[in-house]
């Protein structure tokens, strides 16, 4: 056999491999979309038959009041979903001087459920690939994925799905600001005064309760939020429970709900002795409430 017919033949087979590799991942792909939309349409919910009362708020504390009367209109349906589009910029890493990439996505939160979240990253020149991803907590578990060009996959979240799912538990559990019907009065959801301007809301799903701390304004304007999140990232080198914050800039009127849409995710919230890391910025585009 000759040189040449060696190098042909070896180029030959390395492109059959490369062939059967992405018709593997092209495979693998559509798995992943049937996948994602089966989850959302999971999600999705029927309007309800239900309507705010005042009277619903009445024996909780003077903050918590105050937050939800202005969060939910009179008579409005007492909506058990939303879905948000949004656009912003996020960073894996805990510096604030860190760079920030440009995303945008969509979001349905399912009350007593959880959520899905589809979300694109734009490529930028040669410094950065097209990158789309997935995250969720469905069904008492949780997932998140992340690909190139819509292919490659750059990393599965499968090696810890404890710790995973419990993230993305609490995830859900933080997401329900934008779902204030969720923060009603109901089993699994207890209020605590603090102060007047603070309000401390319990959350218990699937055996796991979070608390979140809120600091409404006098109108009931919800202006910031703060928790300890289950993570990894933000610059820490084992799962912990990380002092974290949501600062809302603005907030707006969809339909009978106002919900924040503006607002940053930070880590490292409110410690005198380490400089704080904003994870996510976030601007909602639309929010539809059923």
């Not at 390395?14 to 092209?26: A, F, K, M, Q």
């Not at 969060?71 to 949004?86: D, F, G, H």
């Not at 510096?95 to 979001?107: H, M, S």
Request: hydrophobic share 40%.
């Amino acid at each position: 056999m000759t040189f040449q017919a060696i190098i042909k033949g070896t180029f030959m087979a390395l492109t059959g491999v490369g062939g059967l590799t992405l018709g593997s991942l092209g495979l693998l792909q559509g798995w992943h979309a049937m996948q994602a939309n089966r989850l959302w349409r999971s999600m999705k919910t029927q309007p309800s038959t239900k309507h705010f009362e005042p009277a619903m708020v009445e024996d909780l504390p003077a903050p918590a009041q105050r937050y939800l009367l202005h969060a939910i209109q009179p008579n409005a349906r007492l909506a058990s979903s939303v879905e948000v589009t949004m656009h912003g910029a996020y960073t894996h890493s805990a510096d604030i001087k860190a760079p920030k990439y440009p995303f945008r996505g969509k979001r349905i939160i399912r009350a007593g459920k959880g959520f899905v979240f589809k979300v694109v990253v734009p490529g930028s020149g040669l410094q950065r690939l097209h990158e789309t991803g997935l995250a969720y907590y469905a069904n008492q578990k949780g997932y998140e994925r992340a690909k190139y060009l819509n292919l490659i996959p750059i990393y599965f979240r499968l090696s810890d799905p404890v710790d995973i799912t419990r993230t993305f538990l609490e995830r859900y559990i933080t997401d329900l600001v934008l779902l204030p019907s969720a923060l009603l009065p109901q089993p699994g959801v207890e209020w605590q005064a603090i102060d007047d301007q603070h309000a401390k809301v319990k959350i218990t799903q699937d055996g796991q309760a979070m608390s979140l701390t809120l600091t409404i304004g006098p109108a009931g304007e919800l202006q910031e939020v703060c928790f300890d999140y289950w993570s990894a990232k933000g610059g820490a080198k084992t799962y912990q429970a990380i002092p974290c914050g949501m600062q809302i800039h603005q907030e707006q009127r969809f339909g009978d709900y106002t919900i924040p849409s503006s607002f940053n995710f930070i880590w490292w919230y409110n410690l005198p002795d380490r400089e704080p890391g904003t994870i996510f910025e976030f601007e909602l585009d639309s929010a539809r409430f059923r």
